[in-house]
């Protein structure tokens, strides 16, 4: 498992075609919009959506933790996407992905949805904080604008960006990059994107099939 590695505010980081940032240095997995439980909320709104959503993610959060040296996740908000999202079957599953990671240190930076959702279970021991969390030169936050000293590592927009070609086009995930802020792409399962459109001297960076590559922005 690959993935590009740059320079963020003085630092080294990967982007993670996996929809994560790695910060090597503080051993960090940085995730944005994971939204557990969104398939089971809809559900209890008698809205027909396919089941697996949450057991998707957690696989999704194991294959990284094989792959690379990680003591410590900090969650860009969006943990839970509903009060629906405290249903039994998910904590379930959200327990014992849990048992199998003691020694993994979990930090939620609160989002708009977990304000509403409420703070996840205490039995998965999740360090709960407000934006912006500052950890050396970086500034973890939910929303992208918010007031912070470092450099801003936020999520809430999902971003994609479409590629096109004549008549044919693809909205993909995306890293959006800039000189005082970074937006990661939704992790999560099920949750759809916004597609963006970059400013003067942002980058972005595209994810599909397992890859991540540079756009040139015109």
């Known amino acids: ?3 590009l590695e740059i320079e963020l505010a003085g630092e080294r980081v990967v982007l993670l075609p996996q929809k994560a940032l790695l910060w090597p240095r503080e051993r960090m997995l940085v995730i944005a919009d994971i939204h557990f439980g969104k398939a089971a909320s809809f559900r209890a709104l008698g809205i027909p959506v396919p089941r697996g959503t949450t057991t998707e993610n957690l696989l999704s959060l194991d294959a990284l933790l094989e792959a690379w040296d990680i003591a ?6 969006d943990f839970l996407h509903a009060k629906a999202a405290h249903a039994v079957s998910t904590l379930r599953a959200m ?5 199998r990671h003691t020694r ?10 977990d304000w509403h959702a409420g703070d996840p279970s205490e039995l998965l021991q999740v360090g709960m904080v407000d934006e912006p969390f500052d950890v050396g030169p970086f500034s973890f936050c939910h929303h992208p604008d918010t007031a ?4 801003v590592l936020a999520g809430h927009v999902h971003p994609v960006y ?10 993909l995930p ?3 990059l800039g000189e005082r802020r970074a937006i990661l792409p939704s992790f999560g399962a099920f949750t759809g994107g ?9 980058r972005v960076f595209v994810l599909a099939e397992q890859s991540i590559f540079p756009i040139e922005i015109r």
């Open 1 to 3: 498992m690959s993935g």
């Open 72 to 77: 410590h996740i900090v969650f860009l908000g």
């Open 95 to 99: 327990l014992a992905w849990r048992a």
């Open 104 to 113: 993994l240190r979990l930090t939620l930076v609160r989002g708009n949805h």
């Open 148 to 151: 912070a000293a470092g450099y």
């Open 162 to 171: 479409r590629l096109s070609s004549g008549w044919e086009s693809l909205r």
């Open 174 to 176: 995306c890293f959006l």
């Open 194 to 202: 916004h597609v963006i459109a970059p400013l003067p001297g942002e």
